[in-house]
């Protein structure tokens, strides 16, 4: 059975960076029929994508986002991460990273969340 | 970006009801839609791809249709696990969006 795990800080300063992984079991990540995306949730409100990697490396950003974000793969270590600069207080969210089962599809598996809170 | 518009925000029924949630799309997205159930303190759940696809392991009281900007998701006979919320998300293009979802309560 696929599982995703986020894991990384819990509490990040204003204007720093926001780091997190996300270590897959149960499945390579060097699949090439799937990709690998992150979604965040602020407390209390929706779902937002924020960007979406394939093993090769090919990455899609959301456009509101794009200028701080980077996704990256470690193919050797089964995992991918999430890079988010620059960051306030309204990027504290519950970040989850996801398995999509193709380049332009549904999220079919998910890990259970990691909340970031952005304060001083 | 194409924006998705569930409705409604809330929804009140009781164990045994027949729901339907609603989802629009500024623009056609063909059947490219996905909807997930997130329960409190939760990850979201796929239920149903590519419209009307269920996902395996969901139960057979979950269904969606539609096609084009419009688009359902119909719960058969709620069970009271279904209590949750729902979004539907589109995947026409690279550039996904969810809707705003949809609180489903028990009246």
């Known amino acids: 059975q696929l599982q995703l795990q986020e894991s990384g800080p819990g509490l990040v300063k204003p204007s720093e960076t926001l780091s997190l992984t996300c270590s897959v079991s149960?499945?390579?990540?060097?699949?090439?029929?799937?990709?690998w995306g992150w979604i965040r949730q602020p407390p209390g409100k929706g779902l937002e994508w924020i960007g979406s990697?394939?093993?090769?490396?090919?990455?899609n950003y959301n456009p509101s986002l794009k200028s701080r974000v980077t996704i990256s793969v470690e193919k050797s270590k089964n995992q991918f991460s999430l890079k988010l600069s620059s960051v306030t207080a309204a990027d504290t969210a519950v970040y989850y990273c996801?398995?999509?089962?193709?380049?332009?599809?549904?999220?079919?598996?998910w890990g259970q969340g990691t909340l970031v809170t952005v304060s001083s | 970006d194409i924006q998705m518009t569930q409705s409604p925000s809330t929804l009140s029924a009781s164990v045994g009801d027949r729901v339907t949630i609603t989802c629009r799309a500024s623009?056609?997205?063909?059947?490219?839609l996905a909807w997930y159930q997130q329960a409190p303190g939760k990850a979201p759940k796929l239920l149903i791809y590519?419209?009307?696809s269920l996902e395996s392991g969901v139960p057979s009281r979950f269904s969606g249709s539609g096609s084009g900007t419009e688009f359902t998701l119909t719960i058969s006979s709620l069970q009271p696990e279904d209590f949750a919320t729902y979004y539907c998300?589109?995947?026409?293009?690279?550039?996904?969006?969810f809707g705003q979802g949809t609180k489903l309560e028990i009246k």
């Open positions: 590519k419209a009307s």
């Open positions: 623009q056609s997205i063909s059947s490219w």
């Open positions: 996801a398995r999509q089962a193709g380049g332009v599809r549904e999220f079919d598996y």
């Open positions: 998300q589109q995947y026409n293009t690279y550039l996904y969006t």
């Open positions: 990697i394939s093993y090769s490396g090919s990455t």
């Open positions: 149960g499945g390579s990540i060097s699949s090439s029929s799937y990709y």
